[in-house]
């Protein structure tokens, strides 16, 4: 079992940062592939970020890379998503996932999902 428990959202500017992180409980945590989406109102939940066990492999969805950077912190069963040059489309309820193997958690079939969090970001 993997509780999981997001936070950092909130509202700022276009231009912005924001890091989210993802706490997780349990101890199989190193096992899973990590994932975060999102969803924007009206629109159905998108894939942004993975990474692999050790952090070694990420992956992120075209429109994201190069803005966002997903890490993971094993010793503290944490993985964060940090995300740089905001704009109003980034504004979305954002999720973290657990989940095996890597191409089913890109998929969005995770077997274990975190809360959301809500960013919005203003022009």
């Known amino acids: 079992q993997v509780q999981l428990v997001v936070s950092g959202g909130g509202l700022v500017q276009a231009g912005d940062s924001l890091r989210l992180s993802c706490a997780a409980s349990?101890?199989?945590?190193?096992?899973?592939?990590m994932g975060w989406f999102r969803q924007a109102p009206g629109k159905e939940r998108e894939f942004v970020a993975a990474i692999g066990w050790t952090g070694g492999s990420t992956y992120y969805a075209d429109s994201m890379k190069g803005r966002f950077t997903v890490s993971r912190d094993n010793a503290n069963k944490t993985v964060y998503l940090q995300m740089n040059s905001l704009n109003t489309e980034d504004t979305a309820v954002y999720y973290c996932a657990a989940g095996r193997p890597i191409r089913t958690v890109i998929g969005g079939t995770c077997d274990y999902w975190g809360q959301g969090t809500q960013v919005t970001v203003s022009s």
């Open positions: 349990g101890r199989t945590f190193s096992t899973y592939f």
